[in-house]
């Protein structure tokens, strides 16, 4: 039982460079979430699933785009990438949502 | 807005002093409750929660969290901290007015427990 698993745990873009953020689970949740963490600023909502085949926004949507593609998986992706979405994403998911969530191991990028 | 506010940013202690972190939420009504910890390098995890019930809540590692409802607070402690402890911690609502599970989040409060 991995919980919840991210691909990569690293990446450097260039400006403009498109991406995708993998996350999968293997709890059998339904909620899926994306944050970002900055420092002094906490970890914000960027994306989230209540279940399988929804999505909605968070606090800081612009700039990227989620995917529900099946249960377990909730990918992230950016499209044109800019210096202000240098960050560390996490992935967490939850039995339903409400419940405690249970965070990833985290993606830290950097844009040029 | 709603919104979440930790007052300490950054916290040294010696080992064995109390601790003490404050949080405070802007939500008007009824609330779920967390303290998530981030040790160095690795991801969040759960110390604590609060849903209902005594307000007096006991997480892992001895921590433990007092809810007080008429000042929208939710202040974790320890009675004498380890050097393991050395982390950040974030508090983090979430509004029952919505089903949707999302959490906010307060800035962090890094932790830094001298031997």
């Known amino acids: 039982n991995a919980g919840v698993t991210q691909t990569p745990k690293f990446q450097v873009l260039k400006t403009g460079q498109s991406m995708t953020l993998q996350c999968a689970q293997d709890m059998n949740h339904n909620s899926m979430y994306w944050y970002r963490q900055d420092p002094g600023m906490g970890l914000r909502l960027i994306y989230y699933s209540a279940s399988e085949g929804t999505t909605d926004k968070g606090e800081v949507p612009n700039g990227y785009n989620v995917s529900r593609l099946n249960k377990r998986e909730f990918s992230l992706r950016l499209e044109s990438a800019a210096p202000s979405q240098t960050s560390v994403y996490f992935c967490?998911?939850?039995?339903?949502?409400?419940?405690?969530?249970?965070f990833g191991p985290g993606t830290r990028l950097t844009v040029l | 807005a709603q919104s979440v506010s930790q007052h300490n940013h950054h916290v040294i202690l010696s080992e064995a002093a109390s601790l003490e972190l404050g949080c405070n939420y802007s939500y008007g009504g009824t609330v779920n409750l967390f303290w998530y910890v981030q040790y160095p390098g690795q991801h969040l995890q759960l110390l604590l929660k609060?849903?209902?019930?005594?307000?007096l809540v006991k997480g892992i590692k001895g921590f433990e969290a007092e809810f007080i409802k008429s000042k929208f607070s939710f202040n974790l402690r320890k009675p004498s901290v380890q050097w393991s402890d050395t982390a950040e911690y974030f508090c983090a609502v979430r509004s029952l007015t919505s089903n949707t599970g999302k959490l906010i989040f307060g800035q962090g409060t890094t932790l830094q427990v001298k031997p």
């Open positions: 609060y849903f209902s019930g005594d307000p």
């Open positions: 967490a998911s939850s039995e339903m949502a409400g419940n405690e969530q249970f």
